[in-house]
């Protein structure tokens, strides 16, 4: 069975550093993309970026560029998604998703990640 | 960036009728659509991909039209479990986009 678990939920303060987690299972982690997207309260989904486990290709929305780090580490079959120095404004629910010819066809549970003083 | 734009934004329909939700990119994205369901508190679900073809373990009365710029999902005899937020994605044009979602609310 397909699993992806997301790692617990987060609170923060603005200006503290991050990574979060997922942890892939029952499929071959290393031959697929693994995708973050972002859903701030009350709202839509937003497609953060992308990662290519296998080689560690990654690409980022313009939106995210430069605010969030994605990596992966196929070895414990795991990727994650990073933040230096957050901001009130990150909080929100983050998904991975397994990426199957582009489609997202598995989705962890998500990650609630508060920023407040 | 390819702008998804669903509409309407909330649809009421009563169980048992037929509900269709509209999908619209800035530009052309060709069949490569996807649309996912969501209910409160829980992560969203793949319902069809490739504009028209359902995913694993999804029910007959969903389907999904269109190519280029024009996608509908049609439900065709709402079911109480139906009930949720509907959004369609494009992944043809890099950055990959979501619509703004569709509340399908029970009338």
């Known amino acids: 069975e397909v699993q992806l678990v997301q790692s617990g939920a987060e609170v923060k303060k603005p200006g503290e550093s991050l990574k979060i987690s997922c942890k892939g299972s029952?499929?071959?982690?290393?031959?697929?993309?693994i995708a973050w997207v972002r859903q701030m309260p009350g709202k839509g989904l937003e497609w953060m970026g992308m990662?290519?486990?296998?080689?560690?290709?990654?690409r980022y929305s313009p939106s995210f560029q430069g605010q969030v780090t994605i990596s992966a580490d196929k070895s414990i079959s795991t990727a994650y998604l990073q933040w230096s120095s957050l901001k009130a404004s990150d909080t929100a629910i983050y998904y991975c998703a397994r990426q199957n010819d582009f489609r997202l066809d598995y989705w962890g549970q998500g990650i609630h990640v508060t920023v407040s003083s | 960036e390819t702008v998804m734009t669903q509409s309407p934004a909330t649809l009421s329909v009563s169980p048992g009728e037929r509900a269709t939700i509209s999908c619209r990119a800035s530009q052309s994205v060709d069949g490569n659509l996807a649309w996912y369901q969501q209910k409160p508190g829980q992560a969203p679900r793949l319902l069809i991909y490739g504009a028209s073809t359902r995913a694993t373990g999804i029910p007959a009365r969903f389907s999904g039209s269109g190519s280029g710029t024009e996608f509908t999902l049609t439900i065709s005899s709402l079911q109480s479990e139906d009930f949720a937020v509907y959004y369609c994605q494009q992944y043809s044009n890099w950055p990959y986009s979501f619509g703004q979602g569709t509340k399908l609310e029970i009338k």
């Open positions: 029952g499929y071959s982690f290393t031959n697929y993309w």
């Open positions: 990662i290519y486990v296998g080689d560690s290709d990654t």
